[in-house]
């Protein structure tokens, strides 16, 4: 199955000293598109798409893991996993 890349004619508008864009109804319904989208410049052009706000920052991520509290006290055994016995050249 194909698919379909479907083309719409829009037109700026002036907001402020910018310019934006009007985005029909059944759009945003279809998209499940609330007050903020992703622009990104492509080689094809610009691509709107939706903001995943399930994606964590990195200080939601370093907060995430910092709540885990793991334990890492085998992590040096882990690590060398049998090559303590090896002779390495320094």
Do not use: C
């Not at 052009?45 to 964590?56: E, H, Y």
């Amino acid at each position: 199955m194909e698919k379909q890349i479907r083309a719409r004619d829009i037109k700026l508008v002036p907001i402020g000293n910018s310019k934006g864009v009007r985005i029909p109804k059944e759009l945003l319904q279809k998209y499940d598109l609330n007050n903020s989208l992703l622009l990104e410049e492509t080689d094809r052009g610009l691509l709107l798409r939706k903001k995943d706000d399930n994606k964590l920052s990195w200080e939601d991520t370093y907060k995430a893991m910092a709540d885990e509290k793991e334990d890492w006290d085998d992590f040096d055994t882990a690590l060398l996993d049998g090559l303590e016995d090896e002779d390495f050249e320094y």
